[in-house]
């Protein structure tokens, strides 16, 4: 289980969360799962996806991370899907407004925030290239439109309200991108003329849920590489 303590949740379900779990970070699958309070019903399945790795691959042919498979075997996969899967398992706290004007608004910050978090690690994977290679046009493009998903952020934080998949997606977003600065990877702190989006995070992510789970991971091997064919 991944809170290491019930064997079922009030969900009475047991299900495994493949994931690739990263020092000093947690991933907003498992936000989502502890505000909802479904965490101790996963069996986690830590894995890195770039290997091919058979149980990912049977369950997602895209072998991607976060990948999802109930207790029957139905496999969820898609960041977005899993986080809607659930949030239909427990009534509160409600992540997906249900009137349809705030759910529009909501899963467009849902999206902002998994871009962003998806572009950083686009660019990570260019800037790694071998320096010949690197497509100077591309990484600039990727940096102009990660620079102004943080000023659109900045810009509209005020409006935020509860607590909401959206705002979780793009907290999870600008924690990964703190972490990928401490790690060097990213020049940038994103606070930098951000005053606004600074006091948002602030407040925000002040809460249990965000707190990495580093002794989790230190207990946990990642799952052995079987095929890679
Ligand atoms: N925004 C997507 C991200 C999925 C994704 O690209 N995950 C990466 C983790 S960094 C992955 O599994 N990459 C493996 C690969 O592309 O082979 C989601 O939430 O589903």
């Given at each position: 289980m991944l809170g290491c303590t019930a064997a079922h949740s009030q969900t009475g379900s047991d299900m495994k969360l493949y994931y690739t779990p990263l020092k000093g970070l947690i991933h907003k699958v498992q936000v989502v799962a502890i505000e909802k309070g479904i965490y101790d019903s996963i069996e986690p399945r830590p894995c890195i996806p770039y290997e091919q790795w058979g149980e990912l691959t049977?369950?997602?042919?895209?072998?991607?991370?976060?990948?999802?498979?109930?207790?029957?075997?139905?496999?969820?996969?898609?960041?977005?899907?899993?986080?809607?899967?659930?949030?239909?398992?427990?009534?509160?706290?409600?992540?997906?407004?249900?009137?349809?004007?705030?759910?529009?608004?909501?899963?467009?910050?849902?999206?902002?925030?998994?871009?962003?978090?998806?572009?950083?690690?686009?660019?990570?994977?260019?800037?790694?290239?071998?320096?010949?290679?690197?497509?100077?046009?591309?990484?600039?493009?990727?940096e102009s439109a990660i620079k102004r998903g943080w000023d659109r952020v900045n810009q509209d934080c005020a409006d935020y309200a509860g607590l909401t998949v959206g705002q979780i997606s793009?907290?999870?977003?600008?924690?990964?991108?703190?972490?990928?600065?401490?790690?060097?990877?990213?020049?940038?702190?994103?606070?930098?003329?951000?005053?606004?989006?600074?006091?948002?995070?602030?407040?925000?992510?002040?809460?249990?849920?965000f707190v990495p789970r580093d002794d989790e991971i230190a207990a946990r091997p990642i799952l052995p590489i079987k095929d890679r064919s």
């Open positions: 049977a369950a997602n042919p895209l072998s991607k991370v976060p990948t999802l498979v109930l207790d029957d075997g139905t496999p969820i996969y898609g960041g977005h899907v899993i986080y809607e899967y659930f949030d239909s398992l427990t009534p509160e706290p409600q992540l997906f407004p249900k009137d349809p004007k705030a759910r529009w608004v909501e899963l467009t910050r849902l999206t902002l925030g998994d871009q962003l978090f998806d572009l950083s690690s686009q660019r990570q994977f260019e800037i790694n290239r071998p320096k010949d290679h690197v497509r100077e046009d591309f990484r600039d493009r990727i793009i907290a999870c977003a600008l924690k990964y991108h703190d972490w990928q600065h401490e790690n060097n990877i990213l020049p940038w702190d994103w606070r930098e003329g951000r005053p606004a989006m600074k006091t948002w995070f602030d407040r925000f992510t002040d809460r249990p849920s």
